[in-house]
């Protein structure tokens, strides 16, 4: 297994969809995942450490989970299947580990907020894995100037 970190959530260039885009450590290779918008804005939130007043679906499961005394161990990204990829999230819990079948965006979603490590497959990493390129400095200002201008709504608007 390969340890992943979110490195950034925006917009596909070409189809306007929402993308959580993971990286290794080293950041040498990265995967791009299509995500849904309020997935998007659950792993956004997280990034940023925003809180909301009342919890979301997430920060719900959290809460569920910690009452429950389950622990989240980790999160992988264990199959890509006709361009869909599929996830687990393994649990601790007082009966022994436990392993759930998750979207990949939620699982990311939940890690992010357990502070739960991410990982992915050998395989997916040999069928999806993309070296990284260097992005020279203006191209990522650039695309930094983009990502601050977005908002919950830009993601709405391109879904009908």
Same mark, same amino acid.
């Given at each position: 297994?390969?340890?992943?970190?979110?490195?950034?959530?925006?917009?596909?260039?070409?189809?306007?969809?929402?993308? =959580?885009?993971?990286?290794?450590?080293?950041?040498?290779?990265?995967?791009?995942?299509?995500?849904?918008?309020?997935?998007?804005?659950?792993?956004?939130?997280?990034?940023?450490?925003?809180?909301?007043?009342?919890?979301?679906?997430?920060?719900?499961?959290?809460?569920?989970? &910690?009452?429950?005394?389950?622990?989240?161990?980790? =999160?992988?990204?264990?199959?890509?299947?006709?361009?869909?990829?599929?996830?687990?999230?393994?649990?601790?819990?007082?009966?022994?580990?436990?392993? =759930?079948?998750?979207?990949?965006?939620?699982?990311?979603?939940?890690?992010?907020?357990?502070?739960?490590?991410?990982?992915?497959?050998?395989?997916?990493?040999?069928?999806?894995?993309?070296?990284?390129?260097?992005? &020279?400095?203006?191209?990522?200002?650039?695309?930094?100037?983009?990502?601050?201008?977005?908002?919950?709504?830009?993601?709405?608007?391109?879904?009908?």
């Amino acid at each position: 297994m390969l340890r992943m970190k979110v490195k950034v959530v925006g917009l596909d260039q070409n189809t306007m969809v929402p993308v =959580v885009v993971i990286t290794d450590s080293d950041e040498k290779g990265f995967i791009p995942i299509v995500i849904g918008p309020p997935e998007a804005q659950a792993i956004t939130l997280a990034m940023e450490g925003s809180k909301p007043p009342r919890p979301l679906t997430h920060d719900l499961m959290k809460n569920l989970l &910690d009452a429950l005394g389950a622990k989240v161990d980790r =999160v992988v990204i264990s199959e890509l299947r006709d361009e869909t990829y599929y996830a687990r999230i393994y649990l601790k819990t007082r009966d022994g580990q436990v392993d =759930v079948d998750a979207r990949p965006s939620d699982a990311i979603a939940l890690a992010l907020r357990t502070d739960a490590p991410i990982f992915i497959s050998e395989e997916v990493a040999a069928k999806a894995l993309i070296a990284s390129k260097p992005i &020279d400095d203006e191209e990522m200002e650039e695309f930094r100037r983009f990502l601050d201008k977005l908002t919950p709504e830009d993601f709405e608007k391109h879904l009908h």
